[in-house]
């Protein structure tokens, strides 16, 4: 029996309109990417193991899909792993390779091994898909594109105060309204884990309160105690659950929690930097937002944090994040470098757009005008008519068979195609086209210059 074809879970196929929409998706960020004077690059789907394992954290390797080596791999394994069931040190032995987690990490080999080709500070953005072993849920996939911006060469907190605006012109030119961008501070953090007293936990306890938001203060607070982190400096913690008011009175709150903790001052120092500049600037559409949970349990982040909310009328996770980083390219030998960036979940973007209804009529446009086919010499007369029309961006084709009349109409309709063209002995006689729209039902007889005429103003 021959099998059903399938897809392996948390990938999909796109369908001419979806390609169409994430297109305009994609479209639109890279503009307001050059607008913002990004460049752009692309590295392989898939690096060397060592320059991607130990990047995220464990959470984050357990998540990457690994490649086996060509060939008999069996060769080269651990045999001794086999025995003892080990499969971090078996799959040491038989993956040299594997799918790239995301773009930030690539980014920074980038970087290091193109170090006397670049001018710093280097502007680059990326657009290219990413794989995550992850449990495939709603926006949530293992094969997705990410769209990232990043700085490299500067420590200006003017970048991180650029990416703001960056983040608020790609959603405003998406007419997106009512996403929230928080913000906060690895600084912030370390100081807040080194007033409970667990600055040998950090990654713990970045770790699980990054997850505040999924499974709430007690479930965070159960995750810390198992790491180690004692019950007295949980309970230190509580101001923290409880911070309110506005983005300046929550700063004032963490100044009096952090007043001991000199690197947690200097985060505070930093964010209240952004929030006076973003005050002074306006936002068009986004809200900025303090929020002292937000950990993005990812290692390499050193500084400012974002993450992105979609509004509130939409039951959907984080649609950016990003965040500075101060010794990521230091891992590959190129020490004193500092970075910030921010990337965009185009697919978690697209679901939101697709609720929101916010998709553009015209993002769909496929073809304007099908001629139809009636025979060889007809073909030939309608296409030299096409070659033109197309010369003037109008989209247009032949049906390719000389079929029946109202299959070709049924075609036309089915794929919403808003005009035909009928071309028959006494058009080609005359040297003119039967235009017929779809929609109202009438029809003319018209010069080539007015079928041109008329389908532009469409």
Not at 23 to 48: A, D, H, L
Not at 229 to 253: C, R
Request: glycine share 8%; proline share 3%; aromatic share 10%.
């Amino acid at each position: 029996m021959m099998q059903k074809p399938s897809i392996p879970k948390g990938t999909r196929d796109f369908n001419p309109e979806q390609v169409a929409k994430r297109n305009y998706i994609f479209n639109t960020i890279r503009g307001v990417f050059e607008t913002f004077g990004f460049q752009p690059i692309e590295t392989p789907s898939f690096e060397n193991s060592e320059t991607l394992m130990g990047k995220y954290g464990d959470e984050g390797d357990r998540l990457i899909f690994k490649i086996l080596n060509s060939g008999d791999y069996l060769v080269k394994a651990n045999q001794e792993a086999i025995e003892n069931k080990d499969s971090n040190e078996l799959t040491a032995s038989i993956s040299e390779k594997a799918l790239r987690y995301d773009l930030t990490v690539p980014f920074a080999r980038y970087v290091v091994q193109h170090q006397n080709e670049i001018e710093f500070p280097f502007k680059r953005y990326q657009i290219q898909p990413v794989w995550r072993a992850d449990r495939p849920q709603k926006g949530r996939f293992r094969e997705f594109y990410q769209c990232d911006a990043d700085v490299v060469g500067s420590k200006s907190l003017w970048q991180e105060v650029e990416f703001i605006q960056l983040y608020d012109s790609v959603f405003k030119a998406l007419k997106l309204k009512g996403v929230t961008i928080k913000i906060n501070n690895r600084k912030i953090l370390s100081g807040i884990a080194e007033v409970i007293g667990a600055s040998d936990k950090l990654i713990d306890f970045t770790v699980a309160l990054d997850k505040m938001d999924k499974i709430g203060e007690n479930k965070v607070k159960e995750e810390m105690l198992s790491k180690g982190i004692s019950e007295e400096g949980i309970t230190k913690l509580q101001p923290l659950f409880s911070l309110s008011g506005t983005f300046e009175d929550q700063i004032e709150s963490l100044k009096a929690i952090l007043s001991t903790s000199e690197v947690g001052l200097k985060g505070i120092q930093e964010i209240a930097f952004i929030d006076k500049a973003i005050s002074e600037l306006d936002l068009y559409t986004a809200k900025l937002q303090l929020d002292v949970t937000l950990a993005r349990g990812l290692n390499y982040y050193t500084g400012a944090i974002f993450e992105v909310a979609a509004p509130t009328s939409v039951k959907m996770g984080s649609i950016g994040g990003g965040g500075r980083y101060d010794d990521l390219t230091g891992i590959f030998g190129m020490k004193d470098i500092s970075g910030v960036g921010i990337s965009f979940g185009l697919d978690r973007i697209y679901l939101v757009l697709e609720e929101l209804n916010l998709f553009p009529e015209t993002v769909t446009k496929n073809i304007e005008v099908l001629f139809i086919n009636f025979g060889e010499q007809e073909a030939l007369f309608s296409l030299k008519a096409i070659k033109q029309l197309r010369s003037n961006g109008i989209n247009a084709e032949l049906y390719p068979d000389a079929a029946k009349m109202k299959k070709q109409m049924n075609h036309a309709n089915k794929r919403n195609i808003p005009y035909v063209v009928l071309v028959g002995e006494s058009e080609i006689a005359s040297n003119m086209y039967t235009l017929k729209n779809m929609v109202k039902g009438d029809q003319e007889q018209v010069s080539l210059e007015a079928l041109i005429g008329k389908l532009k103003q469409k």
